[in-house]
């Protein structure tokens, strides 16, 4: 078993009581019997060379080699449903994005859509192939694509590659299957000069507090932020950190969902954010909007 499964079920029963421990090793083991169903069905399915699919209104190219983002988009044309039904529903035609570890195109084809204007970096050169292909395969015109990733610092930066598309870090990954070396900037130093985004998202695999760190400009200026939050690879006073950062620029959650996956979506009540902040783990999507708590 993953020791380090192991160790935050014991961290989270200490915080949280044997029932709520035992709830999660549930739900995990659920889930990795569903990936395995999957993989399987996958498997079958699948034909050989790239597939193109209509997913939600957009054309996506799909590499049938790739166990992850890919596979989960020719099974089911959709990724996390609930937050996906939320970006479309909040987005609107005066609304500029920015896409903070873009991987494909998924949600970046469903802003250009909705929204004037999207900024999507995505780092990794194979994804970053991946969604040029997709975007000049619709015709956007209101995209601009950056081969960047973003974080706390500038220059060059040294990035795991996994075995999944979607699952690229800059935290030490158990199975990275190799590193290349990208280039970082800070997202308050990229916007110098562009158009200031009012809706963010963010997706960058434990890396959301560096990546926070060097926004705190541009946090003035959005509205929302639509962040995953993988409080089960960040250490506990890098969740408390980036969570405390996010409460003094006054944004609060407006949706929480955990295991955003179909069949196992748990919308959350928004107050759940304390329990993140006391330490549960697990992945969460979560919709921020400046305001009132």
């Known amino acids: 078993m993953n020791t380090r499964l192991v160790k935050d079920g014991l961290a989270i029963a200490r915080t949280f009581g044997l029932r709520h421990a035992f709830r999660r090793f549930r ?26 699919k209509n997913i939600l209104g957009s054309k996506m190219c799909l590499n049938m080699n790739d166990y992850g983002i890919h596979r989960d988009l020719f099974l089911d044309e959709i990724r996390e449903p609930v937050a996906t039904r939320h970006v479309m529903d909040i987005l609107t035609g005066n609304d500029v994005v920015l896409e903070i ?3 494909i195109g998924y949600y970046a084809l469903i802003e250009a859509r909705l929204a004037k204007k999207v900024y999507a970096a995505e780092p990794n050169p194979r994804n970053f192939a991946d969604l040029k292909v997709n975007i000049e395969m619709n015709g956007y015109d209101n995209i601009e694509l950056f081969e960047l990733a973003f974080g706390d610092t500038s ?8 075995p999944r598309s979607n699952w690229h870090s800059f935290y030490p990954l158990s199975e990275a ?36 760190q060097g926004m705190q400009r541009t946090l003035r200026n959005l509205e929302r932020l639509f962040i995953e939050i993988h409080a ?10 980036l969570l ?18 179909p069949g196992f979506s748990r919308v959350l009540p928004n107050d759940y954010i304390d329990e ?8 969460y999507e979560v919709f921020f909007r400046r305001g009132d708590a």
């Open 276 to 283: 993140v902040y006391r330490g549960d783990k697990g992945v």
């Open 232 to 241: 089960q690879i960040m250490r506990l006073k890098e969740t408390r950190e």
């Open 177 to 212: 299957v190799g590193t290349v070396t990208v280039s970082m900037e800070t997202v308050d130093n990229f916007l110098a000069g562009r158009e200031q985004p009012t809706f963010a998202r963010m997706d960058v695999e434990g890396y959301e507090l560096c990546v926070v």
């Open 101 to 103: 570890g873009a991987n």
């Open 155 to 162: 220059g060059p930066a040294l990035m795991n590659v996994a």
């Open 27 to 52: 739900d995990l083991r659920a889930i990795e019997r569903e990936e395995r169903r999957r993989n399987i069905l996958y498997t079958g399915l699948k034909p050989k060379g790239p597939v193109i």
């Open 244 to 261: 405390d950062i996010l409460c003094a620029a006054q944004f609060y959650p407006e949706k929480i969902v955990k295991y955003d996956k």
